[in-house]
């Protein structure tokens, strides 16, 4: 069981760079690849990216390449995305998710646990 908390969403303005962070409840987190996701109202729920569990590999989406990152920390259980030259189309509420199956999953069915949510607003 993985309890997940995301926190550092908020208001920016395009262009602009947010830094969001996700803690892990649990003693076995590296064995969970990461995933960040995001809805927008009205939208169906879009992959980000994703870590795996060492944190040795990430995979992104086309739409977010060469501007967001993913890093992790398995001492601290917390998982970052760090989101530059935001665009005002990408806020959302932006979610953390963790799963066991082999890396690279990109639908929302293939994660296991999810958090919260938190808010991410672009104005232009």
């Known amino acids: 069981q993985v309890q997940l908390v995301e926190s550092g969403g908020g208001l920016v303005q395009a262009g602009g760079s947010l830094r969001l962070s996700c803690a892990a409840s649990?003693?076995?987190?590296?064995?969970?690849?990461m995933g960040w996701f995001r809805q927008a109202p009205g939208k169906e729920r879009e992959f980000v990216g994703a870590?795996?569990?060492?944190?040795?590999?990430?995979y992104y989406a086309d739409s977010v390449k060469g501007r967001f990152t993913i890093s992790r920390d398995n001492a601290k259980n917390t998982v970052l995305l760090q989101m530059n030259s935001l665009k005002p189309e990408e806020a959302a509420v932006y979610y953390c998710?963790?799963?066991?199956?082999?890396?690279?999953?990109?639908?929302?069915?293939?994660?296991?646990?999810w958090g919260q949510g938190t808010q991410v607003t672009v104005s232009s």
């Open positions: 649990g003693r076995t987190f590296s064995s969970y690849a």
């Open positions: 870590i795996s569990g060492s944190g040795g590999v990430t």
């Open positions: 998710a963790a799963t066991k199956r082999l890396f690279k999953r990109v639908l929302p069915h293939e994660y296991d646990y």
